[in-house]
């Protein structure tokens, strides 16, 4: 009988104080079971019918010892499976050794093929639906592309949405590919400077908004595009919305591109924070975070937030919220997670030097500060780094 029409699976071993080989293992037994279960479970009569399979034994040797396992299958119930295993058991000599076999388990064949099937079918199934989804997905972001494509226009030769016109709010990117690309994610108000000069049709648009938001590329070239921004349309920009750092408008994620609209500063806040950049850089990095007192302007609400400080315990956090107020103090291990939780935080203030991690979790978390009661490593061109000695 082959082990794939089995039922069960006996599962034995043996020791031998001696030297056996498998024959003598196997010719035990089937002898000394013999009359031992009555006529109904004779074991060799058993195995011509098909009842019992082949006895597969496997022996090792170790200074005149021996030692292996036997596997037994049965396609009996499972309660005479039981009284063959357990007869096993009474087999004390083999050949002229003392030997002992054990059971050590009876396996129901069918229940590990069927957890065997499950598994796999899960795999299986996960395959599918993995597959399928990213197909769906494929499908409907180029039936999605070429939809919005065709409903992009323009306003005096500068690629738009097709709301761009009419909607009260207006957002400004850079090129062409920025606006298809909110397009795809059903932005349909976004209009491209396309060039460097601010174009006196896209001035006199921004004047009717009531809302206008610049949402710029998140390197130099971004920046210095919103400082031209900011000097064309004056007071009519009213909002700042920048990508993650190193990052393009035209390649972020939906799920990216929501993000930063919805932390998008005011204008005045952040066209001072990004100017102090570029004039940090342009300076060659000299205005750093721990400069003496008197070495550049600190923001008054910085100062004002700089007084939770003294209620902070060492390597302590917390982060000022969109509306002013101070968070609940935050261990180190739960920062990261806490800070890219929350949308609109304005300043994290940590109780140790200012590290690498410490600005890189404010990157991450959209923040545009952060004070710490020593300057430290930590630098970014998106972050501007404070520290307790420039409050003096």
């Avoid at 499976?81 to 058991?89: F, H, I, K, P, S």
């Avoid at 972001?141 to 909607?167: F, H, Q, W, Y």
Wanted: aromatic share 2%; proline share 2%.
């Amino acid at each position: 009988m082959s082990e794939q029409k089995a039922k069960y699976m006996i599962h034995a071993t043996i020791k031998a104080d001696g030297t056996i080989q498998r024959k003598d293992v196997v010719g035990a037994i089937f002898g000394q079971t013999e009359g031992l279960l009555g006529e109904e479970l004779q074991l060799r009569k058993l195995q011509r019918t098909g009842r019992i399979g082949h006895v597969d034994v496997e022996l090792n040797s170790n200074k005149g010892k021996v030692s292996g396992d036997i596997r037994l299958p049965s396609s009996l119930d499972q309660v005479s499976t039981a009284v063959v295993g357990a007869a096993l058991e009474t087999i004390e000599r083999i050949g002229p050794c003392k030997a002992t076999i054990k059971v050590a388990t009876i396996e129901n064949i069918h229940s590990v093929k069927r957890d065997t099937v499950i598994d796999r079918a899960k795999d299986l199934l996960l395959g599918i639906v993995n597959e399928g989804s990213n197909d769906s997905k494929s499908i409907l972001d180029e039936v999605r592309s070429v939809l919005t494509l065709g409903t992009e226009t323009n306003i005096a030769g500068m690629t738009c949405g097709p709301n761009a016109k009419d909607s009260e709010a207006l957002i400004i990117v850079e090129g062409r590919n920025d606006v298809r690309n909110l397009l795809k994610f059903g932005i349909k108000n976004a209009i491209a400077t396309m060039g460097a000069n601010v174009k006196e049709e896209l001035v006199d648009l921004a004047k009717k908004k009531s809302n206008v938001t610049a949402f710029c590329d998140g390197d130099r070239g971004g920046k210095l595009l919103l400082m031209e921004l900011s000097g064309a349309l004056g007071k009519s920009l009213t909002h700042i919305a920048m990508a993650p750092e190193s990052r393009e408008v035209e390649h972020l994620e939906g799920k990216v591109v929501t993000k930063c609209l919805n932390q998008k500063e005011t204008a005045a806040k952040a066209i001072t924070r990004i100017k102090a950049q570029l004039e940090a850089d342009d300076d060659g990095g000299t205005r750093k975070s721990g400069t003496s007192n008197g070495s550049r302007e600190i923001p008054d609400n910085i100062r004002e937030w700089s007084a939770h400080m003294s209620d902070l315990k060492k390597n302590t956090a917390i982060l000022i919220l969109e509306d002013g107020s101070a968070s609940e103090p935050i261990g180190a291990s739960k920062l990261a997670e806490f800070a890219e939780g929350i949308e609109g935080a304005q300043c994290l203030i940590v109780n140790s030097k200012i590290s690498e991690r410490m600005v890189e979790i404010a990157e991450v978390g959209a923040i545009p500060s952060v004070l710490g009661s020593a300057a430290g490593k930590g630098q970014s061109d998106s972050v501007q780094t404070y520290s307790m000695s420039e409050m003096e």
